[in-house]
């Protein structure tokens, strides 16, 4: 009896320890968005989908109002979604980048992306893509575009102009939702060949 409970707690000790050193491997996504109609909510999830694709990658998903210093600072990526409010990124997205910590410049070579959502195409959507990339800019972060020449700047969904608005409101075309997983899928790659480099 004794060397079968025995047996069964050094099971579950190799188990364990398997478990933290498998999750210490891991890479971390940070995936933050904010969303008003759900469209944005929708893109997010699919470039969380593409990340979280992609074997030795952990992804976190949240919303602005509910990240935290610390999810920045684990993150070895952090990809930022927002809405496109009259050719600019939404206030809470704003409100968040302004919280980021600067002095130090603890984000410095994390790696940076952007997706957004616009109601008609030519609403702003490339500039909301590059407001945010700029300011991952200043704070020394590496910036990842799409895999495509025609996603050079993220991923982006039109979700009101014809031919792209979606038969339900609630959803947005599925053309967009595979821009999002290959956005996704891409920064998570680009993060484990840094850390192949850094081992070199």
């Known amino acids: 009896m004794k060397t079968t409970i025995r047996f069964f707690l050094i099971c579950i000790f190799a188990i364990t320890a398997f478990a933290v050193s498998e999750a210490k491997g891991q890479k971390t ?3 933050v968005y904010h969303s008003e109609s759900g469209n944005t909510e929708q893109l997010a999830r699919a ?9 030795g990658i952990r992804v976190k998903l949240v919303e602005a109002a509910e990240a935290s210093e610390d999810d920045l600072l684990q993150a070895d990526a952090i990809i930022v979604g927002s809405p496109v409010y009259n050719a600019n990124v939404s206030p809470e997205i704003s409100r968040f980048i302004a919280s980021w910590p600067f002095e130090g410049a603890p984000l410095k070579n994390k790696v940076g992306a952007a ?4 109601g008609g195409m030519s609403a702003g959507e ?9 300011s991952m800019l200043i704070f020394g972060m590496i910036i990842v575009g799409g ?35 290959k956005l996704g899928e891409r920064v998570a790659e680009v993060v484990l060949r840094l850390q192949v480099s850094e081992h070199k």
């Open 29 to 31: 996504v940070l995936v």
């Open 147 to 181: 895999p495509e020449w025609t996603q050079p700047f993220g991923a982006s969904a039109i979700t009101h102009e014809e031919p792209f608005r979606a038969e339900n409101p609630a959803e947005i075309d599925d053309r967009f939702i595979e821009r999002g997983k």
């Open 126 to 134: 490339e500039i909301v893509q590059m407001n945010i990339l700029q």
């Open 115 to 118: 997706f957004v959502t616009a």
């Open 47 to 55: 470039v969380a989908d593409g990340a979280g694709s992609v074997d």
